[in-house]
């Protein structure tokens, strides 16, 4: 059993596209069909950073077609906050309780690469004002730190 794609890419707190996979079989012909996931009750989606620690753990995908044998998995925002390399897995549950990770060799490679534009300056930006913006001195410097989201730097 082979996975189609074993890359993946999109960029920090994008939820678009889902990642949406065809889990292919080799017949015992060597010619490549569906793999058929008649019998599979729920799959999950389990992704951990390049450290081995757990980014997500667990969460439902969802199975597009039994026959097709296309699984799927739709971003949540906290999913893609931080930018990396990312190995991530499949895990079928069959309605016996039998479980089948895929791809069973090696894992789904996701790269979740920086934004040129970070989606929290925009946020701050358009939803957060510092108190009193609008009444400080003319000579007020207001500055917003890139590195740091959530300090703001005041001087008069």
């Not at 500055?143 to 005041?154: A, C, K, N, Q, V």
Request: hydrophobic share 40%.
């Amino acid at each position: 059993m082979a996975v189609n794609k074993n890359e993946f890419h999109l960029k920090r707190n994008d939820t678009l596209p889902a990642l949406k996979l065809q889990l292919i079989d080799r017949s015992c012909l060597g010619s490549r069909v569906p793999f058929d996931l008649t019998g599979v009750s729920s799959a999950t989606f389990t992704m951990k950073n390049s450290c081995g620690d757990i980014k997500i753990m667990a969460k439902t995908a969802q199975i597009l077609s039994f026959s097709g044998g296309v699984i799927q998995y739709n971003w949540e925002a906290e999913d893609t906050i931080d930018s990396g390399l990312f190995d991530a897995e499949f895990q079928l549950i069959y309605a016996d309780g039998k479980r089948l990770s895929m791809p069973q060799i090696g894992s789904i490679k996701i790269e979740i690469e920086n934004d040129v534009n970070p989606y929290w300056f925009s946020y701050l930006y358009f939803q957060m004002k510092p108190p009193d913006v609008f009444n400080l001195p003319s000579k007020a410097l207001q500055t917003f730190p890139l590195l740091y989201p959530s300090s703001f730097t005041w001087s008069i």
